[in-house]
Each structure stands twice: as structure tokens, then as C-alpha cells.
């Protein structure tokens, strides 16, 4: 059977050309970046290749790029780093309600340990407030952490008025960009971006690599105790392999960014129009143009998710509940309740997610099969 996969944005499949390129970090150049000998320096050499390759990517200095494990790692690290980091300036830090839920797990794990977090509500397309972000800024308020694009709905906020504010504040500004990097383009100097995380699985490389870009200057604590590595403040020695991959990726990406995006944005509306004029019962979920360009999350009234998922599944179609980072949980969706679903919609969310290998031909074949299976449903 056929295996039709629209889920790139819980993982996408690594690339052939990124493979190719961790390859020889597995076999002959398999040194400890740390070493002083030739096959030691041959792996920091390439780790230096890949981390001015994302500085490239998104306009900062190859010194601003941190290496992690995941994008998890990266949120972590910024959000923990750097509220204590500069504890003495103050405690208070703005995130919205719809953040991932390692943003919305480092909050309470803050407010467990002093400090004060203010949770933004979203409008019904998931935007924030400009007049409520502005309103919500107090005189200790270090950090502003608001996600580039949702991983649910593909909404893409105002970075770049969001930045500027908190500039003109004096305040640090992060944006979750694991979904965003490679769907959309980032310039941190002109959006007033302080720090990002990103991921390398969202990109066409491998699971378990990310990267955090904090701006210098900064003050921000280190979480992992031990050696040196990552300018003394990310300890453990480095995933040689996977880094390479992650920089290679970046580069593919974003040599080809115009017409990857076209491809998704072509698929994307080709599926949203095709789904709004065949399905009655359909709701489409998130901005209607502010939002990436492959993701399209809609919501069959009365219709259950799951069930729909796996019969998906049983034609060889991967689809999405929900984000993978909260599949199998019993509690709706977060960030569905925030833009204001009632219940009948949030448990028939389906999201949608393309990639680069998607073709017209896959997605009328996804259609026909969500369009038999909710009459069948409803009969």
C-alpha cells in the first residue's frame, strides 16, 4: 500500500542529500569535536559549517547560534535562561495561551519557582492583541515569548509589530519558530527578534537536533551542567551527525524557499477549496491568510477525529488530531479552546499538513476518502 503522509508538521522524512552529508560523521570523521587531532577538528570544523549556515538563514552571527537536542530543548533553555538569568530586573514575563506546550510548561515551572506570567488570549483565528500585549507590559516584565506560527492551526502572528514593541520597552523578545523556519522568512535584526528556537526535524533532518539563537549581549543561564561545549553554556558533546544534517537541510531549504513555498501554498489551497465546496459541515480553523503556507486544520462538526484518522490511516493516509506533541492526551486541544470551538468542532479537528513530495493527485485522493468516510459517518 501506498503510504500518503500529510503530517510534516509533527516530523518530516530526512532528506537524501542531508543523509548523504551525515554520513561520513558516522563512519571516517566519527571524532570528538573536543579533540585536538585531525578527525576532532574535521567534526568542529563541520559544526562551525553548519551553525553559520542558520545564522545565515535567519540574519544573525554564527557566535548567537546555540546547538540543543529539540526544540523543546531551545524553548527551555531561553525561556528558563534567561528569566534567571536577569531575576534581579524583575520576575514578569508575557506568553499567550496558545503556545507549545514546552513554552506553556516552562511558564509554570517559572511560576512554581516566584515568578509572574501573564497568558495573552487569542482572537478567533488565534492572533493576539497588540492592545492587550501593550496593556499587559509592567515595569519588571523581562521577557515577551510569543510563537511565530502555530503548530495546530498554521496561524502566523505579527512578529514583526510584536518585536518592535518590545523593543521599545526594553524587553527581551523570543518567538517559538519550529514551525516557521524554512515556511517563512526570518530576518531576527529587522523583526527585533532576541532569541528562537527552531528544530531539525521540521526541516527535512533528523529528530533530536535543534538549535536556540540568543542574541548577544543577552544574560541567560545555562541548564545542563559539564563540560565546555556550546561557548561553555549548552554542556555535553555534541550530535555531530545530526548538526551536519540540521545545517545542511537549512541550506536546501532555504536556496529553494520560494519555490517549496509556492509547491505548499498551491497544495494548501487547492485542498482548503476543494474541502470547503465538497464538505457542508467543514470549518476551517486559524487565519485564513496569515498562515503557513502547507497547513490547513479544519473542523467537521460531529464528526470524531480519531475515528476519522485511522480509517485515513487504513488507506495509507498519515493525518493529524491534533499536534504530535499532545496526541493521546484526554484533555481538547488548547489552543482550539482558546480560539473559542465549542466542542462539537474541537473533537472533529483534522489537521493537514503538506510537504515537499505531496502532489495534487495525493491530496484529491485524501479529499475523496474524508469526503466518503463523513457520509458514511453521517448515515
Request: hydrophobic share 35%.
Amino acid at each position: 500500500m501506498k503510504i500518503r503522509y500529510f503530517d510534516h508538521a509533527a516530523t518530516t522524512p530526512v532528506r537524501p542529500e542531508v543523509i548523504r552529508a551525515m554520513v561520513p560523521f558516522f563512519e571516517n570523521e566519527f571524532g570528538n569535536p573536543s579533540s585536538l587531532y585531525t578527525i576532532g577538528r574535521s567534526s568542529r570544523r563541520a559544526i562551525d559549517d553548519s551553525r553559520d549556515k542558520i545564522a545565515k538563514a535567519i540574519n544573525c552571527n554564527r557566535k548567537e547560534i546555540y546547538f540543543t537536542s529539540c526544540g523543546s530543548e531551545s524553548d527551555n533553555l531561553i525561556i528558563k535562561g534567561i528569566m534567571l538569568a536577569n531575576k534581579q530586573r524583575g520576575k514578569h514575563m508575557i506568553t499567550s495561551k496558545i503556545e507549545h506546550p514546552a513554552v506553556l510548561n516552562s511558564c509554570k515551572w517559572l511560576e512554581k519557582n516566584g515568578f509572574d506570567v501573564t497568558y495573552l488570549n487569542v482572537d478567533n483565528t488565534g492572533k493576539i492583541s497588540m492592545k492587550e500585549l501593550k496593556e499587559s507590559i509592567k515595569d519588571d516584565t523581562i521577557l515577551i515569548s510569543i510563537m511565530y506560527a502555530n503548530n495546530e492551526i498554521g496561524t502566523i502572528q505579527q512578529i514583526g509589530e510584536i518585536g518592535k514593541i518590545a523593543n521599545e520597552n526594553k524587553i527581551i523578545f523570543h518567538t517559538d519558530a519550529v514551525q516557521a523556519v524554512g515556511n517563512v522568512e526570518i530576518d531576527v535584526k529587522a523583526q527585533n527578534i532576541d532569541a528562537l528556537s527552531m528544530s531539525g526535524h521540521k526541516i527535512y533532518a533528523p529528530k533530536g537536533v535543534g538549535a536556540a539563537y540568543i542574541k548577544s549581549g543577552i544574560k541567560f543561564e545555562k541548564l545542563i551542567e559539564g563540560g565546555h561545549q556550546e561557548q561553555g553554556q549548552r554542556a555535553g558533546t555534541e550530535n555531530v551527525a545530526s548538526i551536519v544534517g540540521m545545517g545542511r537541510a537549512i541550506n536546501l531549504i532555504s536556496n529553494e524557499f520560494n519555490e517549496y513555498n509556492k509547491h505548499l501554498r498551491i497544495l494548501r489551497d487547492f485542498y482548503i477549496s476543494e474541502i470547503e465546496k465538497k464538505i457542508d459541515i467543514a470549518k476551517l480553523n486559524g487565519d485564513r491568510f496569515d498562515r503557513l503556507p502547507g497547513n490547513a486544520n479544519f473542523s467537521f462538526k460531529g464528526i470524531d477525529a480519531e475515528q476519522l484518522l485511522l480509517n485515513l490511516d487504513s488507506y495509507g493516509i498519515c493525518t493529524s488530531a491534533g499536534s504530535a506533541c499532545t496526541a493521546g492526551s484526554a484533555e481538547p486541544s488548547h489552543v482550539l479552546l482558546s480560539i473559542g470551538l465549542k466542542e462539537e468542532y474541537i473533537q472533529g479537528a483534522l489537521r493537514v499538513s503538506f510537504g515537499r513530495n505531496n502532489t495534487i493527485e495525493d491530496v484529491k485522493f485524501l479529499i475523496d476518502k474524508i469526503k466518503l468516510f463523513i457520509e458514511k459517518y453521517k448515515e
